[in-house]
């Protein structure tokens, strides 16, 4: 009896042990300028709305279909560093520092990717980095990365510190360096960033693969109702104004900018085909991102930074296929602080509780915790050009824009009746007055100082 007991013990054993909880790998793909409609699963949503009906992201829409996409994903700070920063850390950008694009990221930071790491996990980062012209890259143990925004072809990389050339367009490069990581590393949780160059602008022509320089041609984008409308702190816009951008055809402008997101999508099945082929695909989290939102001619802006809808939505895509359904749709406001709580959260590890940010986990899978936020803060403190220092509220119906310094040119608008923000109410009307008190307390919440230093 005894013996058969032992026997029976010794072959459950191995069972036992394939039955704990597995630690999920995480890959973390990040775009630098995707707005968030770019994407074909979205304009079929549109539909005669949608701005450019006939373009397609397949490997994208491949994501979708087989994890969760948030369809009110937003930025927290419109520009690039700081977008970064901020997935980076789960904190607002003015605590974790990186308040501009010039700013280096703080090596002693706290991250998903430092804490990863101190538990076991294999860090890597790949691509674009951007946070000035550093070269660290802090939490990573492992980096194939460029310095500052790099170039388009033949962008040298530094590899663990080490000057190397490369030849190719560099998302396509980016993406080899990743895949030849993967494979040699697979055996042992990881947690990777790639971060791509595209769409960022000095974009079309010879910055193109030469697969993607023909594409589109014959095809048209079509304009919203606030293309026509200039931003508060702009003159009017002239006819000459709506139907360029950058002093170029707007449409053509627009080409290339879908050309770029489309060359990401290429890469984005590449890294999909690497999980399959290497038996990753089930335990594996990739989330797709951006930096931040773009403007495509509304309100006559080509860039990002203000807080109107397009410098602020981003596209935001988990999966996560152990746990996580297929082809969900989550409406509830996520920022992009969410991120580095949902990792630690995942990997079974406490968040940190300097962490602005919620794990997205129970939203995934179907399950709206009572206290989930329904707003967020949005800041922008003035570097390039002539956006102005700004702050404000989103909500889930409604946004108040506020100008520290031109408080004449505060902006309130009922997000559900006027999606396109084209009409200003009363700032002492009942909504105004009701989003002041919403950010009032969130800026107590994080202890938001309003007033910047430039103007």
């Known amino acids: 009896m005894l013996r058969s007991f032992i026997s029976f013990a010794l072959a459950f054993v191995p069972f036992l042990a394939c039955s704990e909880p597995t630690r999920p790998n995480f890959i973390f793909l990040i775009a630098d300028d995707h707005r968030w409609d770019a994407m074909s699963t979205v304009q079929k949503e549109h539909g005669e709305k949608g701005r450019y009906p006939w373009f397609e992201t397949p490997q994208l829409d491949r994501l979708a279909a087989g994890g969760v996409r948030f369809r009110n994903a937003f930025i927290t700070h419109s520009i690039c560093s700081p977008g970064r920063a901020g997935f980076l850390t789960g904190q607002y950008t003015h605590v974790n520092g990186v308040m501009d ?19 076991g996990y294999q860090t890597a980062y790949f691509g674009k ?22 170039i388009y072809q033949d962008c040298p990389f530094v590899i663990n510190g080490n000057d190397t050339p490369s030849t190719g367009w560099v998302d396509d490069v980016s993406t080899d360096f990743t895949i030849d990581w993967l494979k040699k590393n697979h055996t042992k949780p990881f947690s990777l960033i790639l971060g791509f160059k595209s769409p960022h602008n000095r974009r079309g022509g010879e910055n193109l693969p030469e697969r993607l320089r023909g594409l589109y041609e014959g095809k048209t984008t079509r304009r919203t109702p606030n293309c026509d409308l200039a931003a508060i702190y702009h ?118 509780p300097a962490m602005h940010g919620t794990s997205l986990k129970e939203l995934a899978q179907g399950n709206k915790p009572a206290d989930w936020r329904t707003s967020f803060l949005a800041i922008y403190r003035k570097e390039l050009g002539d956006t102005p220092t700004c702050h404000g509220i989103r909500t889930e119906k409604a946004k108040l824009i506020l100008y520290p310094h031109k408080p004449e040119w505060t902006e309130v608008f009922d997000l559900t009746n006027d999606p396109y923000e084209l009409n200003h109410l009363p700032i002492d009307g009942p909504l105004a007055k009701e989003l002041m008190q919403e950010i009032e307390k969130q800026m107590k919440a994080v202890n938001f100082n309003p007033i910047g230093k430039r103007k």
């Open 129 to 150: 980095w951007h946070m000035g012209n550093q070269v660290a890259r802090p939490g990573f143990t492992y980096a194939a990365s460029f310095v500052d925004q790099g």
């Open 235 to 352: 003159k009017p816009l002239t006819e000459e104004d709506k139907g360029k951008e950058r002093g170029l055809s707007a449409n053509s402008v627009h080409l290339d900018y879908l050309r770029h997101v489309k060359g990401i999508d290429d890469n984005v099945g590449r890294i999909l085909d690497s999980l399959e082929e290497l038996k990753l695909t089930e335990n594996t989290v990739v989330v797709y991102s951006s930096d931040n939102g773009y403007f495509l001619g509304e309100r006559g802006l080509g860039d990002k930074r203000a807080l109107y809808e397009e410098g602020l939505r981003i596209p935001f895509i988990v999966r996560y296929p152990r746990l996580f359904p297929k082809g969900k749709l989550v409406d509830e406001l996520v920022i992009n602080q969410d991120l580095a709580p949902t990792f630690l959260d995942l990997a079974g590890l406490p968040k940190n």
């Open 101 to 119: 694009n010039e700013t280096p990221f703080p090596e002693n930071a706290v991250t998903h990717a430092t804490l990863l790491r101190d538990a």
